[in-house]
């Protein structure tokens, strides 16, 4: 880990990656939080989209 | 009148953020990349002069953005979903924010005191505070890179 912090390049790859699996996280997440009524309009809305 | 205060809130909480970030970035980006060019004789000029200045408002800009921050959050009504993460979108971004503004009060200021010379302590300890401040900032540039994708996108964005 310090190596890739003493490095401003590879912290800021790291913040990428960590935003990636931060969406795929939400997405997740949102998922599991949902009753099934919401999660048929959000994947409804998800297609009209 | 609730949606003004709103509004106000919010713009305070972007004010703040800006300042924080803004200054974070200048450390990372300019100023710790900087100083090995720097002849020796003119290194006071970045520690003594504006690196002090620079800690206080990047300091007081990051208790600013976690206030107002907090406050917007509470008065939206969905401080406690966030934090708990039921809502994720939004909840991310606030604990690595939090997490952030942690790190600048209770490392990167503590060690960036003694790195400066503004407490005194043994010579010895100045480079290993140096380079404690250094990482955690490092951590906090980092963590703002999501951060500002949760706090933007949970605004802003659909289908995330």
């Known amino acids: ?35 099934g009524a919401e999660k048929a309009i959000s994947d409804l809305q998800k297609k009209m989209n | 009148m609730e949606d003004t205060i709103l509004f106000l809130v919010r713009y305070l ?8 970030i803004g200054i974070l970035w200048y450390f990372n980006f300019v100023q710790i990349p900087s100083m090995p060019k720097i002849p020796d004789d003119q290194k006071p000029a970045i520690s003594k002069v504006i690196a002090p200045e620079a800690l206080f408002w990047f300091r007081w800009g990051a208790a600013g953005t976690v206030l107002f921050g907090l406050i917007l959050s509470y008065m939206n009504g969905y401080m406690h979903e966030a934090m708990t993460l039921q809502r994720p979108d939004i909840g991310f971004g606030m604990w690595m924010g939090l997490i952030m503004a942690f790190n ?36 906090n540039t980092l963590l703002s890179i999501p951060m500002l994708f949760s706090m933007i996108s949970a605004q802003n964005a659909t289908g995330f």
């Open chain 1, 1 to 35: 880990m310090g190596k890739i912090l003493e490095s401003l390049p590879k912290t800021i790859v790291a913040g990428i990656v960590l935003t990636i699996l931060m969406v795929i996280a939400t997405n997740h997440l949102e998922d599991a939080n949902q009753s």
């Open chain 2, 13 to 20: 909480h972007v004010l703040c953020g800006v300042m924080w």
């Open chain 2, 104 to 139: 600048v009060w209770f490392i990167i200021w503590p060690a960036q005191k003694i790195a400066l010379g503004i407490v005194e302590t043994d010579a010895d300890a100045k480079p290993a505070a140096g380079r404690r401040a250094m990482l955690f900032s490092r951590t």
